[in-house]
DNA sequence: GTCGCATCTGCGGATTCCGCATATATCGCT
DNA sequence: AGCGATATATGCGGAATCCGCAGATGCGAC
């Protein structure tokens, strides 16, 4: 999860035109991807195949967790003694938990958390987030409307 | 982008199991997944349609910011006065901004950004997110490195 | 009952996917 | 310069997939 293939080699623009379309659509054909970029199909379907298994992008499905009957979203704050790369890594061994970045500012770790219920978010943040060893304290962000979610960074 | 159909009803557990499918991998061919749920192809079409059309579900390929040479990640948190949901939309509309969501707690928006340099951030934070009027304060949190991030939440 | 709507199935043709053989370009090494 | 090794490209043919359409099936409203 956390070892990712150091690939500092940077994208040449036609893997970024590709990215680009499967961020608009993670179906489009490669016959129709090549046609645009002026690759042939099995070049397109090559480059995919290599971008995803380097970790550069993968494509699937993004749902939106209101929609599925998760009705508690919130980011968690928490502020850590000691080694906050192990904290955050316990933080990411709960289920609930969907994104967990390390940070640099008055919180160590941002954990973004979906719950079905009230009940069951006390639940994680009591028992099972404020237990962890070197947590000291959390503080908690409730979503109440999601206004943005976009996935097509770093083209255009 | 804010004008989400309310579809407050619940999916059924086909529907359920089909995003399953299409959460590890956006591209399995909708006769496989048939087959795996008990539905002809052509029904496993339509309900993805449908998923998709309603927003329940996009298919996209997402990606690593850094390997896209993305290097400066933040969680932005914002107090405001005033009307939270049309600064949220003023926010929304900042190219960096990858996602907002309207919050409960001791911030009233949270914006995550991504920046090609701490230039670029230090302008987004100064000159045009506490521009925004309304915008009483921000605290920025610095990405340091992203531990997890999961595109699978409401099932299993 | 039956009308209307939503959803499912089956089917045929166009398209796409996928593996393989082969071509070309680049790089490192002697 | 010569020569492999590697990476990436193309073309091709067969299997699989996608996609629209016509026709069943199920269910609620009246």
């Given at each position: 999860?956390?070892?990712?293939?150091?690939?500092?080699?940077?994208?040449?623009?036609?893997?970024?035109?590709?990215?680009?379309?499967?961020?608009?659509?993670?179906?489009?054909?490669?016959?129709?991807?090549?046609?645009?970029?002026?690759?042939?199909?099995?070049?397109?379907?090559?480059?995919?195949?290599?971008?995803?298994?380097?970790?550069?992008?993968?494509?699937?499905?993004?749902?939106?967790?209101?929609?599925?009957?998760?009705?508690?979203?919130?980011?968690v704050?928490i502020?850590t003694s000691g080694?906050?790369?192990r904290i955050?890594a316990e933080v990411?061994a709960l289920?609930e938990v969907?994104?967990?970045?390390?940070?640099?500012?008055?919180?160590?770790v941002?954990a973004?958390?979906?719950?079905?219920?009230?009940?069951?978010?006390i639940d994680l943040l009591n028992k099972r987030v404020r237990a962890i060893d070197g947590v000291v304290a959390t503080?908690?962000?409730?979503?109440?409307?999601?206004?943005?979610?976009?996935?097509?960074?770093?083209?255009?």
């Amino acid at each position: 999860m956390a070892d990712r293939t150091p690939r500092v080699q940077q994208l040449d623009d036609i893997s970024r035109a590709i990215i680009e379309h499967l961020q608009a659509d993670g179906r489009r054909s490669y016959a129709d991807i090549g046609k645009a970029v002026g690759l042939s199909e099995t070049a397109v379907r090559n480059r995919v195949q290599r971008l995803v298994d380097a970790g550069v992008m993968q494509i699937v499905a993004v749902t939106d967790p209101l929609q599925l009957g998760f009705a508690r979203q919130a980011m968690v704050g928490i502020r850590t003694s000691g080694d906050s790369t192990r904290i955050a890594a316990e933080v990411s061994a709960l289920p609930e938990v969907t994104y967990v970045v390390l940070t640099a500012g008055s919180f160590d770790v941002l954990a973004e958390v979906v719950c079905a219920s009230d009940d069951e978010l006390i639940d994680l943040l009591n028992k099972r987030v404020r237990a962890i060893d070197g947590v000291v304290a959390t503080e908690s962000f409730v979503y109440l409307r999601l206004v943005k979610q976009l996935y097509d960074w770093g083209t255009q």
